[in-house]
């Protein structure tokens, strides 16, 4: 190679090196790890077409997605660190925050009022959530669902004491109802859908009408929130984008979806049918809901002190 052709392959290299120096810089700055459950939709759809990854990517972020088997675990991993953002329902960050956990509620989807319900076999007498005044009631106990029947016991005059409560997990609590060791079922999608899908139960009430308003959250962990407010944008952008496009082409994300969640197509399909996909900053109005329901299982001793959520609000803190 002559000396000239030399020089001028070597300018080529470092001009070339020069363009992929920032990229190899940016992919060097971090990681964001999410805390997720298998039964949120839209992460699922998010992780298994990458669309995180390329929106985080010119920001010099990489992407772990950690997968937790139900809400209280993923609080506890914000907790200790070992995920930096999550997403979960009404009752986890309550409890989490009692413990003492240091997180910030980041932004809400839309509610869901119509995505948790009571369910009782079809061809029960309960008519209403009066009627199950004596009865054996299924939940989970301190979760969404266990505020949605406080509620609606307290609109139709009743309290908590006026029934039977069976605390069990989903799983369990299906198959104490279809045994009918239960006489109703308190219980959140997609476990809804399957129930009215596979085994044809009624839906007694669900959280309409300002029952219960049912909120999902994302939180995130205080340290890198306050350190990666880009990252927490981009992440918001890409779930509002996934989430008109899950909401315009229902049938095809519950086809896309549903074999990595392990549920048939057209349940997974009604329960998307429930929830909105558009996550929105904090509120006045969504902090002081989340307040009441803190309340709640306070004044029932389910968490041992009073919080306040205003406190973990990141709209507060900035």
């Known amino acids: 190679m002559t000396p000239i052709r030399s020089l001028r392959w070597l300018a080529a290299l470092l001009f070339s090196t ?7 810089q940016a ?15 839209l992460l699922v759809l ?10 985080l990517a010119p920001l010099g972020f990489g992407v772990k997605w950690v997968e937790f088997p139900a809400g209280p675990q993923l609080l506890e991993g914000l ?26 509620y980041i932004g809400h989807d839309p509610a869901a009022p119509k995505a948790e319900a009571i369910v009782v076999p079809k061809d029960s007498p309960i008519r209403s959530a ?4 004596g009865k054996k009631v299924a939940l989970n106990k301190g979760s969404n669902v266990h505020y949605l029947l406080v509620r609606l016991l307290e609109k139709n005059g009743l309290k908590l004491s006026d029934v039977t409560p069976v605390y069990l997990a989903p799983a369990d609590a299906r198959a104490a109802f279809e045994s009918k060791n239960v006489d109703a079922w308190v219980i959140w999608d997609p476990f809804t859908a399957a129930a009215e899908k596979q085994i044809g139960v009624r839906v007694l009430a669900d959280g309409s009408g300002g029952v219960a308003n049912n909120y999902p959250f ?13 990252v927490i944008r981009a992440v918001f952008e890409d779930s509002v984008e996934k989430g008109k496009w899950l909401k315009a082409n229902l049938r095809q994300a519950a086809e896309l979806i549903a074999p990595l969640q392990g549920l048939p197509v057209d349940v997974l399909e009604l329960s998307l049918k429930r929830h909105e996909f558009n996550v929105k900053p904090l509120t006045d109005e969504v902090i002081a809901q989340q307040q009441k329901i803190a309340d709640t299982f306070h004044e029932l001793k389910l968490i041992p ?9 990141w709209r507060a803190a900035q």
């Open 130 to 133: 009066a009627d199950l005044k």
């Open 218 to 230: 994302y939180l995130g962990e205080r340290s890198f929130v306050e350190k990666n407010p880009q």
């Open 18 to 24: 020069a363009l992929m120096l920032p990229a190899a």
């Open 46 to 55: 998010q992780k298994s077409q990458g669309s995180l990854e390329k929106k």
């Open 79 to 104: 907790n200790v660190g070992s995920v930096d953002l999550g997403f979960v329902g009404e009752a986890p960050p309550i409890f989490a925050q009692a413990a003492g956990a240091k997180f910030y």
């Open 27 to 41: 992919q060097n700055k971090g990681e964001l790890r999410i805390g997720y459950q298998k039964s949120a939709s």
């Open 305 to 313: 002190k009073a919080i306040s959520v205003k406190e973990a609000s």
